[in-house]
Antibody, heavy 122, light 110 residues
């Protein structure tokens, strides 16, 4: 079964840092791009960023709202993607989903995790 | 700043047809932006419906279809059912590895 499981969410103070993990199973992780998408309570989906596969040199890209504060990485040997979040503000409070970008140069997200909740509050 | 536009809400009668759209504040949506559509019920992660404009994701009923209508991407739901009532999001690939979601459409079936 193709599956993505996020972990690492929690409560963090403004200005703090947090690192989310996304564990993949059931597919060839190394061949897929991985996205992070977030959703504040009662709001819509917001694309956060993406890391490509090794075939595209692990290129990363980010939404303007998080660029310079967030960093996406991956460990293909562990089938895991990461989202390092620094300089957190209350505006970053959201459920964070990881999603697979399927191989083959098709630009969309086809498999989603259930999400991890991040709360930024003092 | 790129803004992807969607109807905030849309109502359809049971058995009817709903066409939701996905546009840009500046410019047109074309297949080169790889429009995709996602369905989300409360408390659940998104479910992929349509990708690359009009390709259905695995397991999605053929009541759901995608297209380009004029300068927008469109998601058409035919034979609307009560459990189609939820939120629908489009996302566009803007190039340079950047994706932008629309604000979502809340579909009501009544």
């Amino acid at each position: 079964e193709v599956q993505l499981v996020e972990s690492g969410g929690g409560l963090v103070q403004p200005g703090g840092s947090l690192k989310l993990s996304c564990a993949a199973s059931g597919f060839t992780f190394s061949g897929s791009a991985m996205h992070w998408v977030r959703q504040a309570s009662g709001k819509g989906l917001e694309w956060v960023g993406r890391i490509s596969s090794i075939s595209n040199n692990y290129a990363t890209s980010y939404a303007a709202s998080v660029k310079g504060r967030f960093a996406i990485s991956r460990d293909d040997s562990e089938n895991t993607a990461y989202l390092q979040m620094n300089g957190l503000t209350t505006e970053d409070t959201a459920v964070y989903y990881c999603a697979r970008g399927p191989p083959g140069g098709i630009f969309y997200m086809d498999v989603w995790g259930k999400g991890a909740t991040v709360t930024v509050s003092s | 700043q790129t803004v992807v536009t969607q109807e905030p809400s849309f109502s359809v009668s049971p058995g009817g047809t709903a066409t939701l759209t996905c546009g840009l504040n500046s410019g047109s949506v074309s297949p080169t932006k790889y429009p995709s559509w996602y369905q989300q019920t409360p408390g659940q992660p998104p479910r992929t419906l349509i990708y690359s404009t009009n390709r259905r994701s695995s397991g999605v009923p053929d009541r759901f279809s995608g297209s380009i209508l004029g300068n927008k991407a469109a998601l058409t739901i035919t034979g609307a059912q009560a459990d189609d009532e939820c939120d629908y999001y489009c996302v566009l690939h803007m190039g340079s590895g950047i994706w932008v979601f629309g604000g979502g459409t809340k579909l009501t079936v009544l």
